[in-house]
């Protein structure tokens, strides 16, 4: 790879070039050479089983298109839905969920 120098007033970069190739380099596995089955790949992506029935804050938010900070004021305010912490993550229950929409919807929470 050949490197070549782009100068700023007062900046220095350089920059180096890109090569692709369809090939990974030698101490680079790709995933079906990995030593992980599809199961333990999702294993690793996928929260444990008992927690199948909670959503992560981020997945949260995302479903109820708000930001993670409003979930946070939310539970600082006492409005939003219930939350659960585990190993310092927050989750929040499906369950839960639909029951605070529910009453969102009904104007009593």
């Known amino acids: 790879m050949g490197k070549s120098t782009l100068t700023f007033p007062g900046h220095r970069f350089k920059l180096a070039r890109m090569t692709t190739s369809n090939t990974a380099s030698p101490n680079q596995k ?15 992506i996928d929260p444990p089983p008992v ?3 909670y959503l992560p804050k981020r997945q949260t938010a995302r479903e109820l298109n708000v930001s993670e900070r409003t979930l946070d004021r939310w539970h600082s305010l006492g409005t939003g839905p219930k939350r ?8 929040y229950g499906r369950h839960a969920i639909a029951q605070w929409l529910e009453a969102q919807e ?4």
Request: without cysteine; proline residues 3%; aromatic residues 10%.
């Open 51 to 53: 927690l199948a029935d």
């Open 84 to 91: 659960l912490r585990v190993g310092g993550k927050t989750y």
């Open 106 to 109: 009904q104007g009593v929470a």
């Open 30 to 44: 790709s995933r079906k050479e990995s030593n992980f089955s599809p199961d333990e790949w999702r294993s690793k």
